[in-house]
């Protein structure tokens, strides 16, 4: 049909799922006006009709006569229901389903707020999934889509995990009771995936954390995920694995990763921007963001990332029209391994790391007997133990995941998830709120593995999970030192200025003493070294990404200032030029009490 013969079309909302028909009945499932959809090539009024969806319209010649028409749009393409949130409040939609070019079945749950845009942002969806499309019938397509109102009623979510107490919706399936799932804008679905079988996961992978405490921790951390909403926390937790290149730590969180999809897929790279780091978090909600090589991250914003990811809220953005968007929310655990530690990255920004970003990002040696290994399970090296899990993790992967929720929800272990966390968590001996707040996260993570163990999933003992994990947080704990992060890091900072302006910025308190520019103090000579008197512009200079008054009480604390007047932290010292100024007196000696 060439365009010039086109005239307006009027078409009936109905559409016509037709299967093959004696003649007759085929005349009538045809609508004059409308839409049909088949899935096997019929013949119509001696026109061949192939598989698809079909626009069904009629003409008039010039002489009044009346002719049918009939176009092919696309390949089979069934809108099977209605979807809308829990609510039926908004995030309505339409689920469809049809057949790619190489004959699979898929389906797709398409936000009805699409269907008021562009049908561009439709049709490339349904183009990359692999839908035959009449490229030139794009706006007719979106308006079959749009014209389908099924009674079927489904449920839902733009976000992945709990939907309720008895149901889990990835992207690939929903597990447990109800009719429900996931509904997204594109056709990605953060590389959730499925290949090989449990067994063969099993076999390959979990059979090796017997003796592996860091690889128990790496398996934990992807599983307790799933944990943290029944457990009413409502921030997630991050672990980074630190040690030299090619020890093990990324095959540790590549296994890690093939509990919820491919091993090398489903694991990301730190080198990615800010809010790519934040889209895929929101994909993973109830669920693991393992992310490799933190060398990569961008240090001017890796910090705000870990903050964004832990704590499970994105960025306050604005619509074209300026009004604002609702915020990304998410509930996840951040698995991360690299050669540095954040401080680390973050310095080569200049930014300075808060005891916040510690606690939210563990640092964990992955140094241990072989790599990262403990016990190679007969593999004649740590390397080739690492290999041989790569590999594992590319064949069978992404039945984990959903094992382990389905088994929690069959043994109706949710509602008793606190008092087992409880029981866990007296075995962590915390010398610090912030260490406590670790030493939670850690006990998650046991709590996951003793319940994968008792549904069979895991071959570890009865406890093992658990005392892997009270073994690296004691070791973190003794590494890091007593008291908050934040003494640590200002008393660092103190001593460091010391360290690289001690004999350029302080001047002698001694007649005749030559100036010095840029003053951030002076010195003294005592019998047991120099003492350095602050200004207190020096020592906001010195300390100054923390308010002075948390510096002073930190100083105050460890007894490193020596000399001060009655009800204050300064004391006055008479100076060569007749001046008299409150100083901070401090001994570098006191500085290394703390961490």
């Known amino acids: 049909m060439n365009a010039s013969e086109k005239q307006p079309k009027t078409r009936s909302c109905a559409t016509i799922n037709v299967t093959p028909l004696a003649s007759a009945a085929l005349k009538n499932a045809i609508p004059k006006n409308g839409y049909s959809v088949h899935d096997t090539e019929i013949t119509y009024n001696g026109q061949r009709l192939y598989p698809g969806v079909w626009m069904h319209y009629s003409t008039r010649t010039e002489e009044g006569e009346e002719t049918a028409r009939h176009e092919w749009l696309c390949g089979p393409l069934h809108v099977d229901a ?74 839902s979510t733009a976000t992945t995990g709990w939907l309720g107490d008895e149901l ?76 030299d290149s090619s020890n093990g730590k990324t095959t540790i969180v590549m296994c890690a990763a093939s509990v919820w999809g491919h091993g090398n897929k489903f694991m990301r790279k730190w080198a990615a921007s800010g809010s790519g780091l934040e889209g895929l978090s929101a994909l993973r909600n109830d669920c693991l963001v393992p992310l490799d090589e933190l060398g990569q991250a961008n240090p001017a914003i890796v910090g705000e990332v870990v903050y964004a990811i832990v704590d499970g809220v994105g960025k306050q953005r604005a619509e074209p029209t300026g009004a604002a968007r609702k915020i990304r929310r998410w509930l996840a655990i951040l698995l991360s391994s690299g050669e540095i530690t954040l401080e680390t990255k973050m310095r080569e920004a200049g930014k300075p790391v808060r005891a916040g970003q510690e606690v939210r990002l563990v640092t964990v040696s992955a140094g241990r007997t072989y790599g990262a290994w403990d016990n190679l399970h007969n593999h004649p090296s740590g390397q080739a133990l690492s290999d041989a899990l790569q590999k594992a993790s590319g064949v069978h992967y992404g039945h984990a995941g959903p094992a382990f929720v389905r088994r929690l929800i069959e043994h109706g272990d949710t509602e008793k998830l606190p008092d087992l966390l409880d029981t866990i968590q007296k075995r962590f001996h915390p010398t610090s709120s912030q260490a406590a707040r670790v030493a939670k996260n850690f006990a998650i993570l046991a709590l996951a593995l003793e319940l994968a163990t008792t549904y069979g999933l895991l071959p570890l003992t009865e406890g093992e999970g658990t005392n892997s994990m009270l073994e690296l947080f004691e070791s973190w704990q003794a590494g890091r030192g007593e008291g908050p992060s934040e003494d640590r890091q200002i008393l660092r900072a103190i001593a460091d200025f010391i360290d690289r302006h001690g004999g350029s910025r302080f001047q002698s308190t001694a007649v005749g003493a030559e100036a010095v520019r840029d003053r951030a103090g002076y010195w003294e000579r005592t019998a047991s070294g120099r003492i350095y008197l602050f200004t207190r512009g020096g020592l906001q200079d010195a300390t100054q990404d923390f308010e002075l008054t948390r510096v002073l009480r930190t100083l105050d604390s460890v007894g490193a200032i020596i000399k001060k007047e009655p009800g204050k932290l300064q004391h006055r010292k008479r100076l060569p030029d007749g001046s008299n100024p409150g100083l901070y007196w401090i001994d570098p000696a006191r500085l290394e009490h703390v961490g």
């Open 168 to 243: 889990f919706v990835t992207p690939l399936e929903s597990v447990g009771t109800g009719d429900a799932i996931f509904q997204s804008e594109s056709s990605s679905n953060g590389e959730y995936g499925k290949a090989g079988t449990l067994e063969g996961w099993q076999q390959s992978i979990s059979a090796i954390l017997p003796g592996n405490p860091l690889f128990q921790l790496g398996i934990g951390a992807s599983l307790a995920g799933t944990l943290l909403a029944p457990l009413r926390v409502y921030s997630g937790c991050g672990f980074h694995l630190l040690w």
């Open 82 to 155: 209605i979807t809308r949130n829990s609510t039926c409040s908004d995030g309505y939609g339409r689920l469809l389903r049809f057949t790619n070019l190489d004959g699979k079945e898929l389906s797709w749950a398409l936000p009805s707020e699409l269907l008021a845009g562009r049908p561009e942002r439709i049709v490339s969806t349904l183009f990359n999934r692999g839908l035959k499309i009449d490229h030139s019938q794009q706006r007719e397509i979106v308006s079959y889509i749009a014209s389908q109102h099924p009674q079927r009623r489904v449920i």
